[in-house]
């Protein structure tokens, strides 16, 4: 709903009260382009909380890490009042923010994730990367929230509508179309450069490699793998067989030193 505010400015909301919210950095990604980078009016009726303004602008809350009010912290359970200050701030995955309230029970230091079906071809890649990463095509959203939920998975997405299911705790919304450059966002946003460990999991079922002898996978290898190859791993859950070729060496370079060499 749109109704207008006493200054002669559009306030989004309907109501008697009226409060000020301001998002910042990539929060502003959600928002039409005439709201980016300034305050915004919100009217409304009683208490209602937090999080209901904040997704009505169309910001998930899955991308909020911090919520300051005239001054100070608040959690999700905070019910507006009128003419409060609201700042909105995204995740600080990489920064401890443990002095103030936190809106989620812990961050995910464990990072796994589980990818919508627009999102197969970043599945592979971070996997590529040595990330556990949950994907399938026929996931619905349903079953990504779920997932999410009981397995404490972050969610990737291009579908930001994903991101308001109410269960959904963390989550991202990639913001690029091509592939190289959505692992370099995953990656500088999660900050998990240091933790690609290429030649680690398989790309087809997410499963761990384990080492073997090139003599147990000697007679699945071609000719020319056979006779330039030496170390070998293999899928415990598919059987599939894997050896560190030129694209180990490529995936190194296209993401650990790239982004490791551009902060």
Same mark, same amino acid.
Request: net charge positive.
């Given at each position: 709903m749109?109704?207008?505010?006493?200054?002669?400015?559009?306030?989004?909301?309907?109501?008697?009260?009226r409060?000020?919210?301001?998002?910042?950095?990539?929060?502003n990604?959600?928002?039409p382009?005439?709201?980016?980078?300034r305050s915004?009016r919100y009217?409304f009726?009683?208490?209602?909380?937090i999080?209901?303004?904040?997704?009505a602008?169309?910001?998930?809350?899955?991308?909020? /890490?911090?919520?300051? +009010?005239?001054?100070?912290?608040?959690?999700? @359970?905070?019910? !507006? %009042?009128?003419?409060?200050? *609201?700042?909105v701030y995204?995740?600080? /995955?990489s920064?401890d +923010?443990?002095?103030?309230?936190?809106?989620r @029970?812990?961050? !995910? %230091?464990?990072?796994?994730f *589980?990818?919508?079906?627009?999102?197969g071809?970043?599945?592979r890649?971070?996997?590529?990367?040595?990330?556990?990463?949950l994907?399938?095509?026929?996931?619905?959203?349903?079953?990504?929230a779920a997932?999410?939920a009981e397995q404490?998975?972050i969610v990737?997405t291009r579908?930001r509508?994903l991101?308001?299911?109410?269960c959904?705790?963390?989550?991202?919304?990639?913001r690029s179309v091509q592939?190289?450059e959505?692992?370099?966002?995953?990656?500088?946003?999660f900050?998990?450069?240091?933790?690609?460990?290429?030649?680690a999991?398989?790309?087809?079922?997410?499963?761990?490699?384990?080492?073997?002898?090139?003599?147990?996978?000697?007679?699945?290898?071609?000719?020319?793998?056979?006779?330039y190859?030496?170390?070998?791993r293999r899928?415990?859950?598919?059987?599939?067989?894997?050896?560190e070729?030129?694209?180990?060496?490529?995936?190194?370079?296209?993401?650990?030193d790239?982004?490791a060499?551009?902060?």
């Amino acid at each position: 709903m749109i109704a207008s505010a006493g200054s002669g400015e559009e306030s989004i909301g309907r109501g008697s009260h009226r409060a000020e919210f301001r998002f910042y950095e990539e929060l502003n990604d959600f928002l039409p382009a005439y709201q980016r980078k300034r305050s915004l009016r919100y009217a409304f009726e009683n208490s209602p909380g937090i999080k209901d303004p904040i997704e009505a602008f169309g910001v998930p809350h899955t991308e909020v /890490e911090l919520i300051v +009010v005239s001054g100070h912290s608040v959690g999700f @359970d905070y019910r !507006l %009042r009128p003419d409060d200050r *609201v700042a909105v701030y995204p995740m600080f /995955e990489s920064f401890d +923010v443990t002095p103030l309230v936190r809106l989620r @029970d812990r961050p !995910l %230091r464990r990072t796994a994730f *589980v990818v919508d079906v627009n999102l197969g071809k970043l599945a592979r890649r971070l996997r590529m990367l040595g990330f556990d990463v949950l994907y399938d095509a026929g996931f619905h959203d349903d079953e990504v929230a779920a997932i999410s939920a009981e397995q404490h998975r972050i969610v990737l997405t291009r579908d930001r509508r994903l991101l308001f299911i109410k269960c959904i705790t963390h989550g991202y919304w990639v913001r690029s179309v091509q592939v190289d450059e959505q692992v370099r966002e995953v990656l500088t946003r999660f900050d998990l450069v240091r933790r690609i460990r290429v030649f680690a999991r398989c790309i087809v079922c997410n499963g761990e490699l384990i080492s073997v002898a090139k003599q147990d996978v000697d007679a699945e290898l071609e000719p020319r793998t056979r006779r330039y190859f030496e170390r070998f791993r293999r899928c415990p859950n598919c059987r599939k067989v894997y050896w560190e070729g030129s694209h180990v060496d490529d995936m190194r370079k296209r993401y650990l030193d790239g982004i490791a060499g551009n902060p």
